[in-house]
């Protein structure tokens, strides 16, 4: 029977309560609002298969990496609504062409961060761009796994800790699954962005109709988030507004992110992609500062994607200690920062702004 003791030990992919065959493990929000697993221990048969599909029970080892490239996609327009170069959208298009499901983190009505499955190109847009929050894995774990077994095409995304759960849950592989991970500064409480778009709600008097994690309208670098409302914009740098300032610095990232098993050559994905930051300095004439997408390929299945995708790409080749220099979430721990406690026990009473104001200070220009 799984149990969490110490919550760094716990990542949130869902894998456990996937697989339960009695359905007796739920995910429910702690008081920070990061889930983890409740188990109905009257319906508990002590199978053990939670504990066998767990994947920081079964920590992955480090592998080489086969090549690591910066990619632009030639499509200026898919580049410029993407986070950084527009592979992710590519190796998409790929996969629905072979008559596959890609699987993602979206948003839905409400503005929350699911994942789905699309299979057309009109509903993979929903999946383009950072979503700088943890998303709700919900049932794509058992869809992708339907899917398998029926001989379909299955392209599954997301952070690697959720690539992990799913490849824990699976239990085998499969030809023709793909996966690519997003690398991962850790991920913020769903509890702080709701607070979030419940205060931008309030201050403008009227419900948030847009989300934008990644705005590259003042360029790649120094991209804006926005959180629109039907009579409000409110568009800060990456660096100025509170949402963003708390999970760069480590204040509202899950525990587990402090000890993330899957970066520095751990990914159990295909490919890994990132923003190439520093290609300014490594490569100058190639960057445009409108977005260069960084590919780790891990897997010979990963390097025929890309070579599937390489004919629509401009690419440079790099290497990972290049990477890595520039991005530190590739290569190094995140530390949580020391008020993080405190943070969390006022969150229900102050505002993010004053609680940002009261633990770090004045932003960054």
């Known amino acids: 029977m799984i149990t969490i003791t110490n919550k760094t030990d716990c990542c ?9 065959v009695t359905s007796c493990i739920t995910m429910a929000p ?69 008559q596959g499901t890609v699987f993602g983190a979206a948003f839905d009505d409400n503005w929350h961060v699911r994942h789905i499955a699309v299979t057309s190109g009109n509903a993979m847009n929903k999946l383009r761009g950072s979503k700088y929050v943890q998303s709700d894995i919900s049932t794509t774990y058992q869809d992708a796994e339907k899917l398998l077994q029926a001989g379909h095409t299955v392209l599954f995304s997301g952070t690697p800790c959720q690539i992990g759960g799913l490849k824990g849950y699976l239990r085998k592989d499969y030809e023709r699954l793909y996966t690519i991970d997003v690398v991962c500064h850790g991920v913020p409480s769903p509890k702080v962005y709701q607070k979030r778009l419940d205060e931008v709600t309030e201050l403008s008097s009227s419900p948030v109709i847009k989300v ?26 990456k660096r100025r507004g509170p949402y963003m300032r708390l999970f760069l610095n480590n204040v509202s990232t899950r525990p587990s992110c402090s000890d993330c098993a899957f970066n520095n050559k751990h990914s159990l994905a295909d490919l890994t992609i990132a923003d190439y930051w520093g290609v300014n300095k490594h490569f100058p004439l190639f960057d445009d500062d409108k977005g260069v997408t960084l590919v780790l390929v891990n897997t010979e299945k990963g390097a025929g994607l ?57 932003a960054e220009n």
């Open 30 to 98: 702690d008081e920070e609002g990061f889930n983890y697993p409740l188990v109905d221990t009257d319906k508990c048969i002590h199978c053990g298969l939670c504990e066998r599909v767990c994947p920081l029970l079964h920590k992955p080892q480090p592998h080489e990496i086969l090549a690591v490239i910066g990619c632009k996609n030639k499509n200026e327009a898919v580049r410029f609504v993407s986070s950084s170069g527009g592979f992710f959208s590519l190796a998409a298009e790929k996969i629905l062409g072979r």
């Open 212 to 237: 934008n994690f990644r705005d590259k309208t003042p360029g790649w670098k120094r991209f804006n988030i926005v959180f629109q409302t039907e009579n409000h914009i409110f568009a800060t740098h």
């Open 306 to 362: 890309f070579a599937d995708c390489q004919s629509e790409l401009e690419c440079q080749q790099t290497d990972f200690k290049r990477g890595a220099e520039y991005n530190a979430a590739l290569s190094k721990k995140m530390t949580p920062h020391p008020s993080r406690q405190l943070f969390f026990a006022e969150l229900d009473h102050k505002s993010l702004s004053a609680l940002v104001n009261e633990i770090l200070g004045t």
């Open 12 to 20: 949130g992919c869902g894998a456990c309560a996937s697989r339960c």
